[in-house]
């Protein structure tokens, strides 16, 4: 295949609870003491299924053929993809624990208190196999001062690394295991968040026989964001891609066997120039210390009873939430009118490599232009390598973080009458909310920012967010049956069949951008 993904995603997932709850009344207080444990455990294809896992071939018209027939022949392709050793799937587990304990205090006949507290405690995702790479951007050789190295478990995470990745200096680009880096971390490659202390507040005051006003604040923190740490470091660092193009200057792709019997090609295809923006490894990079995100949660209602069984209720409802898990692209360059990427790159039997790479000396000769288009040879030239943080990386690494913030406000009123068998609600909802990212993963986990020198520009209004809502229904009871207006002192089986039975009706509309 030539994407970037196999649908083909082996994904089992093991999850095991544990928790208990002891309950004590005490005279005025009603006390609750408990904790849950929840073990996961998954093998996911997800990381196993990027980047080109079954390889392809490119062809561009040659021998007067096109692609598909030079394909079933067996002509050697212009350009082909493969990855040499893919990974297996991910086989992660991790552990969720939280503690808590709440009291419902009755001051006196009007007015109750809700105290309570929860302690969370998340575990990183351990890899059964250590196929995890963190990536260290702060890191500086001292030998050669190149910039970053990667973080890895154990020494059998290096059989799945691409070659820069598995060497050190000044040959690649360098490693070190987990226990050597000095950031205090384990086989999940960060730091567990052991402070995620969540106080809850709350109270309900009955004003008169007809009147009650309620508020609340709670602080939480979301599950363990898997797609925004662990898919991270079980992904982009592997995989890597190797293509190869036919040009001049350099071995003649081979072909590949037409045949069992054919032995006239190699697979995999080698030859060409193994150069491009697709040969670079990649990485993402996730703060050592990286916290879970705090969501604040407060509300305020009053609610009030009126004649003819009717009652109306104002809420205002807020949250807002710190530290939500967002990228930025670390090697991304300022808009400029000077052209990036639009060379050949490193011309052949040139004996440097470009400045940044590998520490060696800049290549000073003439670079030739590329044809994105029909070639795909484009390359970094030395003037690219130097504009980017790093080079060896091409010019995409990802570094994820606390970055974004959100702030949710809501006006919610509702009026409800029962009377006589009929039930009618009618309830709007201003909504205002704004965030950094939108959560793209129902976990607290934001997408990259837009501006990665000015991610405050990315705070503003969701665009998904329906700003007013409407619902509507009513349930009447029809007045058939046994000591009903009709049908009153119809028998038991007559009874079954025409009694009991509602009309419904409800309506629902909202705000908002449609689809096209």
């Known amino acids: 295949g030539d994407d970037s993904r196999n649908s083909d995603r082996n994904l089992n997932q093991h999850l095991a609870t544990f928790g208990d709850t002891v309950s004590w009344q005490k005279g005025r207080h009603s006390l609750k003491i408990g904790a849950d444990f929840v073990r996961n455990e998954a093998q ?8 080109i896992p079954q390889s392809s071939m490119s062809y561009s018209g040659g021998n007067n053929l096109v692609g598909f027939t030079n394909f079933l022949l067996g002509n050697a392709p212009h350009s082909y993809q493969y990855v040499e050793l893919p990974r297996p799937a991910t086989d992660v587990s991790n552990w969720e624990t939280a503690y808590y304990a709440q009291d419902d205090f009755r001051v006196n006949t009007r007015l109750t208190v809700n105290l309570g507290f929860r302690y969370d405690r998340y575990t990183p995702y351990v890899d059964k196999n250590d196929i995890m790479a963190n990536f260290d951007p702060n890191y500086r050789n001292a030998t050669t001062g ?18 820069p990745e598995s060497d050190n200096p000044p040959s690649g680009i360098g490693y070190v295991l987990a226990a050597n880096s000095g950031q205090g971390i384990g086989r999940g490659l960060v730091r567990p968040d052991r402070f995620d202390f969540g106080p809850r507040a709350g109270f309900a005051y009955r004003v008169t026989d007809k ?29 890597g891609k190797i293509t190869g193009t036919a040009k001049t200057g350099y071995p003649v792709v081979n072909p590949w066997p037409s045949s069992v019997s054919d032995t006239s ?25 990286i916290k879970n995100p705090r969501l604040m949660e407060w509300n305020a209602t009053f609610e009030q009873q009126l004649p003819w069984q009717t009652t109306v209720r104002v809420s205002y409802i807020g949250s807002a939430q710190q530290g939500q898990i967002i990228g930025n692209d670390l090697d991304m360059i300022n808009a400029s009118d ?33 044809d994105p288009l029909n070639s795909s040879d484009c ?26 913030k959100s702030m949710t406000n809501s006006l919610q009123l509702q009026a409800e009458r029962k009377a006589r068998g009929l039930t009618f609600s009618f309830a709007y909802t201003y909504m205002d909310q704004k965030s950094s990212a939108p959560d793209v993963g129902d976990s607290s986990l ?7 020198f000015n991610p405050k520009l990315d705070y503003t209004r969701d665009s998904y967010v329906s700003r007013h ?13 046994h000591g009903q207006h009709f049908a009153a002192n119809a028998n038991r089986m007559v009874d079954a069949i025409i009694g009991g039975w509602q009309a419904s009706t409800n309506m629902f509309a909202k705000s908002g951008v449609g689809f096209k």
């Open 338 to 370: 000077s052209p990036f990427g639009t060379t050949q790159g490193l011309p052949p039997n040139a004996n440097l490599y470009p400045l940044g790479y590998a520490g060696q000396a800049p290549y000073t000769g003439t670079y030739n232009e590329c």
């Open 446 to 452: 934001g997408g990259d920012n837009y501006d990665p």
């Open 211 to 239: 009147q009650v006003v309620r508020g609340g604040f709670g602080l939480f923190y979301p599950t363990s964001a898997a797609q925004g740490i662990r898919d991270a470091i079980t992904t982009n660092p592997f995989n």
């Open 44 to 51: 996911d294809g997800f990381g196993s299924t990027r980047n």
């Open 469 to 481: 809502r409407i619902v509507a229904y009513a349930v009447y009871d029809l007045p058939v049956g």
């Open 265 to 289: 090609g190699n697979i995999p295809i080698s030859g060409g120039v193994v150069t491009g923006f697709g040969n670079f490894p990649s990485a993402n990079y996730i703060p050592f210390g």
């Open 379 to 404: 390359a970094y030239s030395a003037a690219d390598n130097s504009r980017i943080e790093f080079p060896e990386l091409g010019d995409y690494v990802t570094g994820f973080g606390n970055h974004g």
């Open 146 to 163: 190149q910039l970053g190295r990667y973080v890895i478990p154990s020494t059998k995470t290096l059989k799945y690394m691409q070659y």
